[in-house]
């Protein structure tokens, strides 16, 4: 059974003898005759695309076909060669990930920490002051759970501020639902065949292996195992409209290799059918879930009612493993970066370890307070003479949300005398070095552009707080991948998912 988009639907095809079955669409089990005859067209259509191998054959490929009508399944997009990246820089951000790790699972922990941290945040932004009213309720009830899984995906710039070598400056750090592990995982064997058909042999052998999928599915493994009930499933909680589905697929089929069952679920499925038993067990649809992986759930437009904010609270009170929990999601947000970046701050997660204060500090691009006061004067003041320097950001997820340039210095102006200016932070514009690449994506016309690099390594991580702390410097905290992602230098903000950003491999220099 797969399910694929097909004209803005979700269809779920089951195939035999290499035809259609079964149609269902947006996932109910509707039989639509339509449905079948408008994928088996162009399914047909489609037969006759393969994945584009190098630009001539890509323009050979595509000339019979326009890819407009062609309103199926179609590549992931994704740049037609890698993009060259500094060794010492991305080994730099591999080494690095383990402490992040730490660091998050830590800040998750420490209910003082976030309450000082997200203070002033929560005056004015709803949206974290909700999840933070249900991190106060998860704390006043009890944690049920006391086993941590963490995914997360720390994401960086090279800057080349500095004439000489690009510093590695970290854009953010993602702990929920951080995406395209799956997908990336694909990708080394599209650029290294891209690379032999250029001709290139000896560079298609440096494009690294890179198996996210299978790193992040055996972190949810691990938390699945020490749950310890094997009828129980992972509950992938995802959105209505399905963008990321093969993304996720991958995930999910790394879990049912190691015989783990997976459902996919919306907040609304949660809200209809979900329930705890006395022991807050977590049943969904008659089925005990031992771990819910959120893929959903971290902007203001993914709570489409008050019963989806109940759903999420049911989900958090319950034994079921989150992942990411409510402190989890809390510590990755930019206000919590911000305040990482003051003196002393650092410290006090890492008392005897200066030189991984050290490693992740060499990591901070400048990051600025907007909070009242004359510290936050000062960042206004400063953001308003030279706004090309910085950029702003609100607490949001998901690409398209930071501001720039003449934006940016009309809604610092608009806030300034306000608390609604608490609702930002303000950070230094990273400067990476442009390199030509062709972005491949069916709506893009073919041209080279002045391209963008973010690299970003997956990190993961499965603790059980109910250890002693001796215990648990044995947790699990391992590295599980990397992902580049490039854009057109004529964009300011990014992501895949955003349309902005596409696919990429590093090719190490
Ligand atoms: P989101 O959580 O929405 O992904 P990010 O902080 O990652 O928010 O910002 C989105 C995009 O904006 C990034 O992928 C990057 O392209 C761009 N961006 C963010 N911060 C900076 C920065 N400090 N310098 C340059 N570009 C940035
Ligand atoms: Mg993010
Ligand atoms: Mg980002």
Redesign the pocket.
Known sequence: TSEVLCQGEKLLVRWKDNNIVTVATNMEEKYTETSVKRWNRHRRAFDNVQQPKCISRYNEHMGGVDLHDLQVVTYAPITLFPSPVPKSAFYQALAVQVHYNTLVDKISQDADFLQAALASTITVDNFTARLFKIHQQVLEEGKAQSIVLGLNRS?Y?LDQKNEGCPTL?Q??I?TFAAGLAGLTSHTPHVHRHILKVAGCVEESQRILDNNSAAGLAEAIAKAWELYGSKRAIVMFLVEENQINIFDQRCIENELWKRNISTKRKRFRDVSKTGSLDPDRKLFVDGQEVAVVYFRNGYMPQNYQSEQDWQARLLMERSLAVKCPDIGTHLAGT?KVQQVLSQPGVLEKFFPEQPQVVEQIRSTF?GLYTLDMGPEGDKTIEMALRTPGL??L?PQ???????LYGAELQQVLQEVKGSEERMAYIL??????TPVQNILLRRDAPLKISTC?C?LGVFGTYVSDLSLTKRERNGAEQVRAGHLL?T?SSE?????VA?G??VLDNPLLL
């Open positions: 994401d710039m400056k854009i953010e993602n930019k691009a910085f950029v950001k949001r997820e998901g690409g398209g949300n930071n950070m230094d514009k990273i400067h990476p963008l973010e992602r854009k964009h300011a903000d990014g992501g955003a902005v950003a």
